[in-house]
């Protein structure tokens, strides 16, 4: 069973199929259109502020949700954010 959804980041009307739209949602997933989710795609690589690790990022996704591109890498990440659930203890 087809139906339409609001993509989640661009507002565009677009379709899909139910079992599709669950699964993304069980993953705690967007449901964004075709043409997102091919912006989406388009990586791109820099180098982890903290670490100097590469790390790839979707541009596009920041530019949409208007929030910074990343400066850390995921470790690096979590790494800060045990430490200061260490802290907090």
């Given at each position: 069973?087809?139906?339409?959804?609001?993509?989640?980041?661009?507002?565009?009307?677009?379709?899909?199929?139910?079992?599709?739209?669950?699964?993304?949602?069980?993953k705690d997933?967007?449901?964004?259109?075709?043409?997102?989710?091919?912006?989406?795609?388009?990586?791109?690589?820099?180098?982890?502020?903290?670490?100097?690790?590469?790390?790839?990022?979707?541009?596009?996704?920041?530019?949409m949700k208007?929030?910074?591109?990343?400066?850390?890498?995921?470790?690096?990440?979590?790494?800060?954010?045990?430490?200061?659930?260490?802290?907090?203890?």
């Amino acid at each position: 069973m087809d139906m339409e959804l609001s993509c989640d980041l661009c507002g565009d009307i677009f379709t899909l199929k139910t079992s599709a739209f669950r699964e993304a949602r069980a993953k705690d997933r967007q449901s964004n259109c075709g043409d997102c989710m091919l912006k989406i795609a388009r990586k791109e690589k820099k180098a982890c502020k903290n670490c100097s690790e590469p790390m790839e990022y979707s541009p596009f996704w920041y530019v949409m949700k208007g929030m910074e591109e990343p400066k850390t890498c995921k470790v690096c990440k979590e790494k800060a954010a045990k430490s200061l659930a260490e802290k907090r203890i």
